[in-house]
């Protein structure tokens, strides 16, 4: 495939999983195939017992500009193409994979960029990049579900400030509001982000997945967890581990 042209390229290397948005002719941003082939590539991806985290980041110096307007305003997909439809299925797919993941930003992070960096678990940024949610800039009413998820994130006021204006914030205002979770120097990124995502992949996926699923608001599957939890071992192994001062080995698996 002609790496130029717009993509989702996936590697895995390790236990981890690495989505890498390129469309280097418009800043990465994602067209209507892009946003359509999401769910599909991290479905996928899911099913592949040896993935322990995911990072999606964007080609070169930029993570994603948003959505393509000019593909988004095709309409040869039929009359039942909903632009916002693919970008929240996307959005929702992300947001539900069954292991941690982190946004690389580097780089504009913007419009449908933005709403996706939400929906993955972690945000790390290079210094220097810019966060926007820009749907006011196009008079686009953002999803609610979109809403919910950048005001659970960072709260009524910080999502009100930036749905309402769609200005761009620096990493300092980011960091601050919890729009991302670390800031790096220039050229430390991708060493961050290496040594924190192979201490993902050496936790365990129990705790992993009950935390995941219990940061979303669940709050019936308690007694479902606890039995996981039995079975499995990994309560017994990792507390062998830590008396026996060595790395502890878990089974359970997503």
């Known amino acids: 495939m002609d790496r130029t042209e717009p993509q989702l390229q996936l590697t895995v290397a390790d236990g981890i999983a690495t989505v890498v948005i390129s469309n280097p002719a418009k800043r990465n941003a994602m067209t209507a195939a892009m946003w359509q082939a999401l769910p599909g590539l991290l479905e996928r991806t899911a099913a592949d017992p040896s993935v322990r985290a995911l990072v ?8 994603c500009a948003g959505a393509d307007i000019s593909s988004l305003r095709d309409r040869a997909s039929g009359p039942s193409y ?3 439809a693919l970008a929240v299925a996307a959005e929702e797919a992300l947001a539900a994979f069954p292991r941690p993941t982190l946004a690389a930003v580097r780089g504009y992070c913007v419009g449908g960029g933005s709403q996706l960096a939400a929906a993955c678990d972690l945000r790390f940024a290079e210094e220097g990049a810019s966060f926007g ?10 999803a609610a579900s979109s809403t919910r998820r950048l005001v659970s994130l960072i709260g009524p006021a ?6 309402f ?9 980011a960091l601050r509001t919890g729009l991302v979770d670390e800031v790096l120097p220039a050229g430390e990124l991708d060493k961050r ?30 007694a479902y967890w606890m039995e996981q939890a039995r079975r499995s071992g990994d309560t017994a192994e990792g507390v062998a581990a830590f008396l026996e001062r060595r790395a502890p080995r878990f089974t359970w698996t997503t």
């Open 82 to 84: 909903d632009p916002q």
């Open 165 to 173: 204006s769609g200005e761009l914030i620096g990493t300092e205002r």
């Open 133 to 142: 949610v820009t749907p006011a800039k196009l008079g686009i009413v953002y």
């Open 193 to 222: 982000v290496e040594a924190y995502v192979r201490i993902l992949a050496s936790r365990s996926q129990l705790t992993q997945a009950a935390a995941k699923e219990f940061a979303t608001g669940r709050e019936d599957r308690d």
């Open 56 to 63: 999606l980041t964007g080609a070169g110096d930029t993570f």
């Open 158 to 163: 910080a999502a009100k400030h930036l749905l």
